[in-house]
């Protein structure tokens, strides 16, 4: 990938943190970066990880900015594993020949997520008790497993046509964590099936859960959209 990643929006004026960037070494993620210019040491910021799925990287979540107030830190990993030469992009982890997660591979991704996580009010001047995860598809897979396992690292958590990873082992309660869960009704890559089924495990949680299902496929649409707009605004504040 070229130092300065194709984006499919124009997000403005950003940092990529490469493979032979500092900020890689540390964090173990190819990244992009967004902070606003009054962040400092002394003045930290919220900030929003956005989550790519199967296939993308670090450029292609900047759509979702147009859903978050001025002022945050917005930063993007790439996925580490790379798909075959047949096909491009990047991905969190394997599926066997039957489609189902490689175990070996999942959990390397799931460390690497959680490790990039926790490095980043290391290297950034973000404020650690103000962290939200945005993830789509596989990426919404990776920011579930966070929010159900490590909790603490966040405020809240959106997955946009996401799923719960098989085999993880969540805490007893999530203490009303805020969690948005959007789906589309007419998903053939992450079945609806999916959805319902986070919202079963969140609500058993006791998170505190925004559940929408929207006349789509596997995307968001404008209300949808709209609704996470409104979401991130009551999580992290204008």
Same mark, same amino acid.
């Given at each position: 990938? !070229?130092?300065?990643?194709?984006?499919?929006?124009?997000?403005?004026?950003?940092?990529?943190?490469?493979?032979?960037?500092?900020?890689?070494?540390?964090?173990?993620?190819?990244?992009?970066?967004?902070?606003?210019?009054?962040?400092?040491?002394?003045?930290?910021?919220?900030?929003?990880?956005?989550?790519?799925?199967?296939?993308?990287?670090?450029?292609?979540?900047? #759509?979702?900015?147009?859903?978050?107030?001025?002022?945050? *830190? #917005? #930063?993007?990993?790439? *996925?580490?594993?790379?798909?075959?030469?047949?096909?491009?992009?990047?991905?969190?982890?394997?599926?066997?020949?039957?489609?189902?997660?490689?175990?070996?591979?999942?959990?390397?991704? +799931?460390?690497?997520?959680?490790?990039?996580?926790?490095?980043?009010?290391?290297?950034?001047?973000?404020?650690?008790?103000?962290?939200? +995860?945005?993830?789509?598809?596989?990426?919404? *897979?990776?920011?579930?497993?966070?929010?159900?396992?490590?909790?603490?690292? #966040?405020?809240?958590?959106?997955?946009?046509?996401?799923?719960? !990873?098989?085999?993880?082992?969540?805490?007893?309660?999530?203490?009303?964590?805020?969690?948005?869960?959007?789906?589309?009704?007419?998903?053939?890559?992450?079945?609806?099936?999916?959805?319902?089924?986070?919202?079963?495990?969140?609500?058993?949680?006791?998170?505190?859960?925004?559940?929408?299902?929207?006349?789509?496929?596997?995307?968001?649409?404008?209300?949808?959209?709209?609704? +996470?707009?409104?979401?991130?605004?009551?999580?992290?504040?204008?």
């Amino acid at each position: 990938m !070229p130092t300065n990643p194709r984006l499919p929006a124009n997000p403005g004026p950003l940092d990529w943190a490469g493979p032979d960037s500092y900020f890689y070494g540390i964090s173990g993620l190819i990244h992009t970066v967004q902070m606003p210019p009054e962040a400092s040491g002394a003045d930290p910021v919220p900030a929003v990880v956005m989550v790519h799925g199967w296939g993308g990287d670090e450029s292609v979540m900047w #759509i979702f900015k147009q859903t978050l107030p001025p002022g945050l *830190a #917005i #930063i993007t990993p790439r *996925a580490p594993l790379a798909l075959d030469e047949a096909e491009s992009g990047f991905i969190w982890y394997r599926r066997d020949e039957a489609g189902q997660p490689d175990p070996e591979t999942k959990a390397a991704g +799931l460390a690497k997520f959680e490790h990039f996580i926790t490095s980043l009010p290391d290297l950034y001047p973000i404020d650690p008790s103000r962290l939200l +995860l945005i993830g789509f598809s596989q990426g919404g *897979a990776m920011c579930n497993a966070l929010a159900l396992t490590r909790p603490e690292l #966040i405020i809240g958590v959106a997955s946009l046509g996401g799923f719960i !990873p098989e085999g993880l082992t969540p805490v007893d309660s999530l203490h009303q964590l805020p969690v948005f869960i959007a789906h589309g009704s007419r998903d053939e890559t992450v079945p609806l099936r999916a959805a319902h089924k986070a919202r079963q495990t969140y609500t058993a949680l006791e998170a505190d859960l925004t559940y929408g299902e929207y006349e789509v496929g596997h995307k968001m649409n404008s209300q949808g959209m709209r609704d +996470l707009k409104a979401w991130v605004r009551k999580v992290i504040g204008d």
